[in-house]
């Protein structure tokens, strides 16, 4: 689909069972009499202007950004690699100071930092992406008693 090859959503069985083949019309044509795109395959089909594939070279350019899917298909076709270490520090401090019988001083310090994602798969670290069973956890607390 990146060259403009639409036309695995013509067999894909997961479309198929979802909504069925999708089909690609001529949008330089008026809505009432657009003709099929042949195959949905928009690379084969040229403008009017220029001769130049219907692809917009923007669009194009966006894809770069985003990796190559990693299973067949054309949904849920895309596992991430991505280790997250979770990483948790604690640390606690507290002093007791008797002045005198009557008089009593203490001090406390309680700091917890925890960031970490959770779930499988991991996160994937692009934009506008959900992954499904993951989530990410930040934790930060800190508590002072005097």
């Not at 067999?11 to 083949?21: C, E, I, K």
């Not at 084969?44 to 692809?55: E, K, N, P």
């Not at 606690?92 to 001090?107: G, V």
Request: glycine share 8%; proline share 8%.
């Amino acid at each position: 689909m990146r060259t403009g090859d639409f036309g695995e959503l013509l067999t894909d069985p997961y479309v198929l069972s979802t909504t069925g083949a999708i089909r690609l019309y001529d949008p330089r044509q008026p809505i009432e009499t657009r003709d099929l795109i042949p195959g949905n395959r928009l690379d084969l089909v040229t403008s009017i202007i220029g001769g130049r594939c219907l692809l917009d070279p923007a669009g194009l350019a966006i894809l770069g950004f985003y990796p190559l899917p990693t299973r067949a298909g054309v949904h849920n076709n895309y596992e991430s690699t991505i280790a997250v270490p979770a990483t948790s520090n604690q640390y606690q401090i507290k002093t007791d100071f008797n002045l005198s019988d009557k008089q009593h001083l203490n001090f406390s310090f309680s700091n917890r930092l925890n960031e970490r994602f959770a779930g499988d798969p991991p996160l994937l670290p692009l934009p506008y992406v959900q992954a499904f069973g993951s989530f990410q956890q930040t934790f930060k607390t800190y508590v002072n008693q005097y």
